[in-house]
């Protein structure tokens, strides 16, 4: 019988041929190398039998789902394929296409299984669409809008520095499109199929889909794996939710114009991050939070650095206010505020940036109807991610566990693993934390507030970063290198570090706090010079008595 071979379902270019008509091939031959984008993959022919004719010649632009080649397969082949398909490959849905949600069904797919990935709006979630990679895009674009200001300094004369808001913009969308594309590419490479609908449970093992048309269909499956994520809180505060300018984090990142002046509700990692962005593009920044610190997560020490920093480069802090109302005004929003003591507070801003945190998106699940245990939409879930349903995982933010896009691939991970027969786990323990600000600012393992509570015994090693080569000569020398360990045995239990580069860095301050390292771990450790990472070396042998360059 002859059977057209495809090469994807989305357009591709044919690199190069490996075969010719007439060549005999088994199954798994690469057939040919094609390309999307910057990816590069081999086409295998999916059946024995010899090929026929090739379709499409090398260096042509080929439409998805088109036929590249022909082969003459034998039905006796094509029949014990299918055979072989149904009797021995596992089903695995995953519900929601962001980090957690695309990971866990490309593990799956490593695995063996056939997989379906079910996305309502676009593949990549909130991180990739309206989180992490448009917030990063737009802090480099301020970043480099504040470098170039200050190029002088380095012996560059950079005349007449404006600010283009519309190619910030653009920016920002190509390189959310970039990367959703990317990984809508590997989806279709390990072979997951996506399809674009809403879901929600029939029962344990079925799911009901909704497409964009309104029609429905069921969707059955040997395991699922929710991966919902989370949607941002916008507190029953009076006139709030229904002000014109008042909008959550999608909304600040595509402001038509850049606002003169923004109000942020909110000093936890998202309100942080906007807040460095927006100054530095020469907004009047204020930020106003309940609590009596910012960056509750964080190393408490280097956070109120990291708040002298900021404040220096003219961002306004109102710890301890509690808001109380809000309302329009002619040029934007009046916001109410009330201190501890009673003060009362007015803030006027162009705009409001309401940043106080994220909640489950399980509400339009059904869980109810697979008999999955809830809290306040919070899934419960074992260190296997493995709900009190047999077959059913849950991961990432719905879970109410730490909400970072690195910890939800993990657990991706740790459940697609286990839906495939494996023995895995996985653990909070060493999960790093990062905030993108000016400068950055990461941690991993213990803060002192944490080991002071339990009583433990410890000792800090600080090296500040101004003593730093590379932090003086990229001219970014604020912030410090913070090691924390036991002070007898000098065991590891904490590394902070606020300075340049410091989301990059913390990942080797992960690996030595994962392998239940010590202080002459990295003290022992060769680091190269000049770069930033010999801070990190240079606090643990401060912690010894023994730093080098600093007193």
């Known amino acids: 019988m002859l059977q057209n071979i495809t090469a994807a379902k989305t357009a591709c270019t044919i690199k190069n041929w490996k075969v010719k008509p007439g060549d005999a091939v088994e199954k798994g031959a690469v057939l040919c190398t094609v390309s999307q984008g910057k990816m590069t993959r081999d086409i295998a022919a999916k059946w024995p039998g010899a090929i026929v004719e090739i379709l499409a010649a090398e260096g042509s632009a080929v439409p998805g789902g088109e036929a590249i080649c022909s082969m003459e397969v034998s039905e006796a082949d094509l029949a014990a394929a299918a055979a072989a398909e149904e009797e021995t490959v596992k089903t ?3 519900i929601g296409g962001g980090p957690g949600g695309y990971v866990a069904a490309i593990r799956a797919a490593q695995l063996g299984a056939k997989v379906t990935l079910i996305e309502k709006k676009r593949i990549g979630g909130t991180c990739l669409n309206v989180g992490c990679i448009p917030t990063k ?3 480099h674009s301020a970043k480099l809008y504040g470098k170039t200001k200050r190029a002088a300094s380095a012996g560059v004369i950079a005349e007449n520095v404006t600010l283009d808001w519309d190619g910030v913009q653009n920016y920002r969308r190509g390189v959310v499109d970039r990367l959703v594309g990317g990984v809508a590419s590997l989806l279709e490479a390990n072979g997951v199929e996506v ?8 029962d344990a093992h079925t799911l009901l889909l909704t497409n964009e048309d309104g029609s429905e269909k069921e969707l059955t499956a040997d395991h699922i794996i929710i991966a919902a994520g989370s949607a941002p809180v916008i507190p029953p505060i009076p006139g709030l939710a229904d002000a014109a300018g ?4 999608t909304g600040a990142l595509a402001f038509e114009e850049k606002p003169d002046s923004l109000l942020i509700i909110g000093g936890g990692v998202i309100g942080i991050e906007l807040a460095c962005a927006y100054n530095a593009f ?3 920044v204020t930020v106003v939070e309940m609590l009596d610190r910012l960056l509750p997560p964080m190393d408490l020490s280097l956070t109120e650095k990291a708040q002298k920093i900021m404040e220096d480069t003219g961002i306004v802090f109102c710890l301890g206010t509690k808001v109380t109302k809000a309302e329009d005004t002619p040029g934007g929003i009046r916001v109410y505020g009330e201190k501890a003591d009673g003060t009362q507070l007015q803030f006027e801003a162009e705009k409001v940036l309401v940043a106080i945190g994220r909640r489950s998106d399980t509400a339009s699940l059904a869980l109810e109807n697979a008999g999955i245990e809830t809290q306040r939409g919070v899934i419960a879930v074992d260190d296997r991610m493995q709900t009190g349903v047999p077959g059913v995982y849950a991961i990432g933010d719905c879970t109410g566990r730490m909400m970072l896009a690195h910890a939800a691939m993990a657990m991706g991970e740790t459940a697609a693993e286990n839906a495939m027969g494996k023995r895995s786990t996985y653990s909070e323990k060493i999960c790093p934390s990062c905030v993108y600000m000016t400068p950055e600012f990461a941690g991993a393992g213990s803060t002192e507030e944490q080991l002071k509570a339990k009583n433990i015994n410890y000792k800090a090693g600080v090296f500040p970063i101004a003593a730093n080569g590379k932090s003086v000569i990229m001219e970014e020398p604020e912030g410090e290198v913070k090691v924390l360990a036991d002070t007898r045995s000098g065991k590891l239990l904490g590394i902070h570090i606020l300075g340049p580069r ?13 392998r239940n390292a010590y202080v002459e771990d990295i003290a022992g450790t060769m680091h190269a010079h000049p770069t930033v990472s010999e801070a990190l070396r240079e606090a643990a042998l401060a912690f010894q008595g023994k730093a080098i360059h600093f007193k």
Do not use: H
Request: glycine residues 6%.
């Open 92 to 94: 695995v849905v995953v």
């Open 137 to 139: 895009a737009l802090l």
């Open 195 to 202: 399809i674009k609908a809403s879901a929600r449970f029939k």
């Open 246 to 249: 008042c909008v959550d984090s």
């Open 282 to 284: 020469g907004t009047k």
């Open 502 to 514: 410091a989301t990059d860095l913390i990942g080797e301050a992960a690996a030595y706090l994962n």
